[in-house]
């Protein structure tokens, strides 16, 4: 019995079958189809409403079938049947038409119309359904396969999102991220939950290996917002480049595209803009209506009178004597009141008391002062009654005097700048942040019996050289201000300099037109070996052409005893002389405006001299050599010149503002002279900053005749002819950026002035802060 039900059933499926092809190719299959997706959704929606929690209440495809459950029960116990096991192919062989397409897109899930709820793809209840619109689509050549059925069964995409990048955002908004140092987390995400710190923060040696391991950390910024490290792509990259080359992040954007003037003094028929105009625009506004209605209201109750023009045919006049306390000028800041006359006193009665009565003695003194110191404009009268008094004869003069006080009286406050003066002078440090620098006098040589003109020390600053106009030279022990030796050279010293070569023990001195190279012979064996074996070198014979300007000649006889070794003879008066830093070159001038043979330079150890100039610009008055570089500084009467003994050229002019240069000193870094004029001024110029002076002294009253500058501290001294010396405390920084500073610091006196002449020479000992000066008094001076 069961067994013929089940065929029957097989039967109709198949008639079923053949009649839905019927239908396929009469075309009616679209509308079976909507009606079908139709009525399945209506029943989704129904059976949604009617379906409980429990799971029994849920449809199965045995409940579709409408057979009992005891039914299958004992099929199952019979063992079933082939017509089961054709059915079961059947349905095997449809379900791969949908199966296959939906396996390539590898979904798992997919949405089930019927029951409202995912299923598994082994789910029966809508397979049928699923072969038949695949069927019908693949008929009707809507499209080539059935993979549009992922479209109608809606995925879940995120539960198949293999993304793994997250978009962590952090919402704390603009906010300075130091907040968060002492919180593990830095802040909250989109969701509201805290993005906490990495674990372990990167040190150094950390941060060292991936730098040298990973090859992404060049492109790697480390995001403070997240705590992250985010890894920059090429396109950003290439976008950070062109930001920093200052160019436009978009790579086809054109800056320099023809300008379009869109307004002209052309009439265009088309507007810039074809926006419709607004309502409001030609609408009156129902707000200014009520107001003008307000104001009208206004107007006619009589609450807003109207402007009258005022009558200016008779005339505006100005009460003199008014009261302006009370006046709307009165309550202004700046106001000030018209003077008022003090009112009258009883020495101006015709009758007054008799203590106001002028004596003979008070009416004298009256008379005799001026007007302006008069206490009383007037001499008191008396007179018996008030008819005899008669008309005040000032009385004219006074009323117009009255009227240029209220007119012409200034009526308004001026703003006084209140300026302290103690805030004008420059907040400088004090001296005694500043020291150490000389202040006292300790020591006086006493021995010349003329100008002392030059003044050096050695480089050990154990002995002390003085050249003076009584034609000696004298050779002096610092500590004990001792002559130890006194050489007369017949003349007239203008310069001495010791060799600063400490491995040297030589003394130039300028007698005339001559150089004198002396050997003191006050050093040990090898210094004075290396001297004689200097001054024994022979003299180079290149090709003369003609005569020398310049002849060298060793001494003889008594010269020779008393330390003068070599004599460089020159063509004029020699006015100074120089040593390089290094001990074998030295440079002597000779001031002469007819000549350009001013300055030679002279090499000891070859006795050879050559005239390094061609022509003179101007009346050299001092040179000196860079303390490390091949630069020589030649100073002319207004300017010092800066010249290359390399390239041979001249590479800076330094404009030194002043007359006549008297002076000139370099510092030991190089990068920083001062000159001293004339004119009372004393000049520092910074090399590095500008070719004008970047400070101008003028300390002195007279003369500046002789600056220095110490080797090792930050002072510098300027000698002048009023008697004085002032020792400056003057800082070098490393730093470009940072000015020296320059702070007088002290006033060193004891120099007589002798035949208007002061100190003539300054310098410093090379190692401690102290100074000598040599005088017009035939003394030098220690200053420690």
């Not at 090792?712 to 010396?725: I, K």
Request: glycine content about 6%; hydrophobic content about 35%.
């Amino acid at each position: 019995m069961k067994k013929t039900e089940k065929t029957n059933k097989k039967r109709s499926k198949q008639d079923e079958e053949e009649e839905e092809e019927e239908d396929q190719a009469a075309g009616g299959r679209g509308g079976e189809l909507g009606e079908l997706l139709f009525n399945l959704n209506n029943k989704s929606l129904e059976e949604d409403e009617d379906l409980s929690d429990s799971e029994e209440s849920v449809y199965s495809g045995l409940e579709d079938s409408g057979s009992d459950p005891d039914e299958e029960e004992e099929e199952g116990e019979d063992g079933g049947s082939d017509d089961d096991d054709e059915d079961e192919e059947d349905e095997q062989d449809q379900n791969e038409k949908v199966l296959i397409p939906l396996a390539d897109k590898k979904l798992d899930k997919i949405t089930c119309r019927t029951k409202g709820k995912f299923c598994s793809l082994d789910c029966k209840c809508f397979r049928p359904l699923m072969n038949l619109i695949a069927d019908w689509l693949v008929e009707t050549h809507l499209f080539s396969s059935p993979d549009w059925l992922l479209w109608y069964f809606s995925v879940d995409e995120y539960d198949h999102d293999t993304s793994d990048e997250e978009d962590i955002r952090n919402t704390v908004g603009n906010i300075p991220m130091e907040w968060y140092k002492d919180f593990p987390h830095v802040g909250y995400d989109l969701d509201g939950k805290k993005i906490f710190k990495p674990i372990r923060n990167k040190d150094e040696l950390d941060d060292f290996l991936d730098k040298m391991e990973n090859p992404d950390y060049w492109k790697t910024v480390h995001d403070k917002k997240t705590a992250s490290d985010i890894v920059l792509s090429e396109e950003q990259i290439e976008l950070v480049n062109r930001l920093q080359k200052g160019q436009f992040g978009d790579v086809n954007f054109n800056e320099y595209e023809p300008t379009v003037e869109f307004f002209s003094n052309d009439v265009m028929i088309h507007p810039v803009t074809n926006r419709p105009a607004d309502k409001r625009s030609f609408i009156p506004s129902l707000i200014e209506k009520e107001k003008v209605s307000k104001l009208v209201h206004a107007i006619k109750m009589g609450w807003i009178k109207p402007r009258r023009v005022q009558d200016d045919s008779r005339g505006r006049f100005y009460d003199l004597w008014a009261n302006e306390d009370s006046s709307i000028l009165a309550k202004h800041k700046m106001h000030l009141p018209a003077p008022k006359i003090p009112l009258p006193g009883h020495e101006e009665s015709y009758n007054p008391p008799p203590e106001f009565m002028f004596t003979d003695e008070e009416k004298a003194l009256w008379e005799q002062q001026d007007p302006s110191d008069r206490k009383l404009p007037f001499i008191p009268k008396k007179y018996p009654s008030l008819r005899q008094v008669p008309a005040f004869s000032r009385f004219i003069h006074e009323r117009f005097e009255r009227c240029l006080d209220l007119y012409l009286c200034p009526r308004q406050r001026k703003m006084r700048v209140n300026v302290n003066p103690e805030d004008l002078i420059p907040k400088l440090p004090k001296p005694k942040d500043l020291q150490p620098f000389p202040t006292t006098q300790a020591l006086v040589y006493r021995g010349h019996s003329g100008l002392v003109r030059s003044i050096s020390v050695s480089p050990s600053g154990q002995w002390l050289v003085s050249g003076s106009d009584d034609g000696s030279v004298r050779l002096w022990e610092v500590c004990s201000s001792r002559c130890l030796k006194t050489v007369q050279v017949g003349g007239a010293v203008k310069s001495v300099a010791w060799n600063p070569n400490p491995s040297l023990c030589l003394v130039a001195v300028t007698v005339d037109s001559a150089v004198l190279i002396l050997s003191p012979a006050l050093a040990d064996k090898q210094v004075i070996s290396a001297s004689e074996r200097l001054l024994s070198a022979q003299q180079e014979e290149g090709p003369s052409e003609g005569p020398q300007p310049v002849v060298w000649s060793e001494m003889e006889g008594e010269e020779l005893n008393q330390g003068i070794r070599l004599k460089i003879q020159h063509p004029k008066p020699v006015h100074q002389v120089t040593w390089h830093s290094k001990g074998d070159y030295l440079a002597s001038v000779m001031p002469d405006h007819s000549s350009h043979m001013q300055v030679f330079i002279h090499q000891l150890s070859r006795r050879r001299s050559q005239n390094p100039f061609r022509r003179n610009k101007g009346l050299v008055q001092a040179v000196s050599f860079h303390p490390i570089r091949p630069y020589f500084f030649v100073a002319t009467q207004r300017s010092v010149r800066i010249y290359n003994l390399v390239k041979q050229e001249m590479t800076k002019k330094l404009q030194a503002n002043s007359k006549w240069i008297s002076s000139i000193a370099v510092h030991s870094g190089g990068d920083h002279v001062i000159c001293g004029s004339y004119d009372c001024r004393l000049s520092w110029f910074d090399l590095d900053l500008s070719t004008k002076p970047y400070k101008m002294l003028r300390h002195h009253k007279k003369a500046v005749r002789s600056v220095a500058y110490h080797r090792g501290y930050p002072l510098f001294a300027s000698a002048s002819d009023d008697g004085s010396v002032i020792v400056c405390h003057g800082t070098v920084y490393n730093d470009l950026l940072q000015n020296p500073l320059i702070v007088p610091v002290k006033v060193l006196r004891g120099h007589v002035i002798t035949h208007d002449l002061g100190v003539l020479d300054v310098t410093f000992h090379p190692t401690q802060p102290w100074v000598f000066s040599s005088g017009a008094d035939a003394t030098i001076r220690l200053f420690t």
